[in-house]
């Protein structure tokens, strides 16, 4: 297939934030906003977002990216951070996901991060599998508390 893979612009907020939902579906209407910021100039995570398009044009995946000071089995500095990543259900598994990577990747590069990381949901099987595949290693498991202190 051939594919385009460039940052998102302006054009691209409807598809942006039609993917976001599909990802995060729980965020209600922080999408919108989210967006807003990011093209008011707002840029940290995520701090780049590059946007996957078909030979027809139609947008097909995004992955979103930033830049963490601390990652854990990272070193400390400047690494690379796939803080989202999603490819249309119809478009899956022709290799999209894998473009949008190597493209995040040559990002954090041109940023000056020697490492990239990534996390997923400990039952997202899929995303686990395609992670390794494109030479992620897993370097932990973990599980998040809370408590209010009001
Ligand atoms: C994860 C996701 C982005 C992968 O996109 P994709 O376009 O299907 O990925 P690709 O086709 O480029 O596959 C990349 C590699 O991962 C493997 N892979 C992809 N999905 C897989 C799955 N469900 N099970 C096993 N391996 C899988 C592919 O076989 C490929 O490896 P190969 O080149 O050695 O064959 C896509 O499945 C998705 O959007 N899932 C829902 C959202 C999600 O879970 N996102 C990740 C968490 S943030």
């Not at 990802?23 to 701090?47: K, M, S, V």
């Not at 899929?126 to 494109?134: D, T």
């Amino acid at each position: 297939m051939k594919l385009l893979i460039r940052p998102v612009c302006v054009d691209d907020a409807a598809a942006w934030r039609g993917m976001r939902k599909a990802l995060w579906p729980g965020d209600g209407d922080q999408h919108a906003e989210d967006i807003r910021r990011f093209f008011a100039g707002e840029r940290l995570e995520p701090a780049e977002v590059l946007m996957a398009f078909d030979e027809t044009g139609h947008a097909v995946g995004i992955a979103e990216l930033s830049i963490r000071a601390i990652v854990d089995s990272c070193a400390p500095g400047r690494v690379g951070y796939l803080e989202g990543w999603y490819v249309s259900a119809t478009a899956r598994r022709k290799g999209i996901g894998r473009a949008l990577v190597q493209a995040a990747e040559d990002w954090a590069r041109a940023q000056g991060c020697a490492e990239f990381a990534s996390d997923t949901e400990l039952d997202n099987s899929g995303s686990i599998a395609a992670h390794k595949a494109l030479g992620f290693e897993e370097t932990g498991r973990v599980v998040q508390f809370r408590k209010s202190l009001l």
